[in-house]
């Protein structure tokens, strides 16, 4: 077993931090771009209907991510406590009780998938020339969930650990060996969209296999054995209290991604093929926010668990200084040269022209998000997910999705207001944000003043 190497909870914040964000943010950037190449593929190779049908069925997917990635963060948060408080028991059966509870949710969400495909692509309202093809993507990523299941539990135990190189290591596995699954599938045997599902679950697969040989050869910082493999009630409790509300409210994001891109969908073939390549474009946007988000978490559960609330604090403001930053420039080059971005997808000038017209939109959404992000990563490490839940509901459903339907209603709806749904939530998320942070904080010095 070897020791832990985690500064979280002492010396200089930024250092660490960064040095914690920086293989997040690779590893994103990675996931990013395994999703990016099964569209520059069959965008290269194919024609206008895969890229639809990738482009919807990968949208589609990414609501089963969202859900395994919400409710992981509840093991994130919990054992980052345990280590924090140096609770090596617990942290162990943690890690056990959350095997139990991921098989199981890989299992379930195989069977609703392939059960379900089909229906997906109705309510996706897919264009008549991508149906099949839809189905084909959803049914195939669908049955192999379980590899995506597999692949969040680990990268979520290794970020509660404080560690997140090891996800990083995996993911670039993964995403070599999709982008060579690709070439030979779609280039070579001329599998079209199937080639593409075939590929991304194949190297997931692939992903997890090998991180499960590395666990075994290397161990956690702390012992972990047979016996810690049960399912505890209370840690489970504890794991669904604070992932379920992420889970969900990432769930329900991703729909409203999906009824939007049915808003689209109803403009034809073109705008539908454009909306989906801006959209894996928004994917690389949304990666500084994202990372931030999630290495916060990881960073002010450990400092609670140890009791060091002003740190956790700090530790926020850090990271929202440098995302904002960051988070500026993916924007800017969103914004200005959207062109130029979709052209790496598709030489289709009528679909390059879609997706920069959604993008404008979108990178405004993005740069706020910088923001908000840490704010919510600030919260799911406290533990405050519920909050982190409803005021991600109310963005969605009182704002993203209303505005985008009336905008669709107009004669001539231009996507660019579809977007402008997206960066009307993401404001809402950050006044929000705001306004609890002042709450609890006054609660807080309320409480001192009283005592």
Known sequence: ????????????????????????????????????????????????????????????????TGIVTGLSMGTTVLLGKKIGSRDNKGAADTVGTSICIFVLLGIVLSFVMIFAASKIAVVMDAPQEAFEKTVDYILICGAGSLFIVGYNLISAIFRGIGNSKVPLLFVSIACVANIIGDIILIKVFDMGTVGTAVATIAAQGISVILSIVFIKKNGFPFPFGKENMYLSKEISANIIRIGFPIALQDMCNEISYLILIGFVNKLGVTASAGVGIAEKLVMFMLLIPMSYMQSISAFVAQNIGAGQDVRAKKAMLTGMFTAVILGGIMSYLSFFHGKSLSCIFINDLPVINMSAEFLKATAIECFIL????????????????????????????????????????????????????????AIFTLIICILYYICINRKKVCHCIGN
């Open 1 to 64: 077993m070897k020791k832990s190497h985690n500064t979280f909870l002492v010396g200089p914040i930024f250092p660490a931090l960064l040095r914690f964000s920086i293989p997040v943010l690779c590893a994103l950037l990675l996931q990013a771009f395994y999703g990016a190449v099964d569209l520059w593929a069959v965008g290269t190779f194919c024609g206008e209907a895969d890229v639809s049908a990738v482009a919807i069925g990968s949208q589609t997917m990414l609501i089963v």
């Open 370 to 425: 910088s923001i908000a992000y840490c704010f919510t990563g600030y919260y799911n490490g406290l533990g405050k997910t519920a909050f982190v839940m409803i005021q991600g509901l109310c963005a969605v459903f009182l704002v993203k999705i209303p505005y985008a339907w009336v905008v669709s209603l107009q004669p001539k709806p231009q996507l660019f207001q579809i977007g402008m749904s997206t960066a009307y939530a």
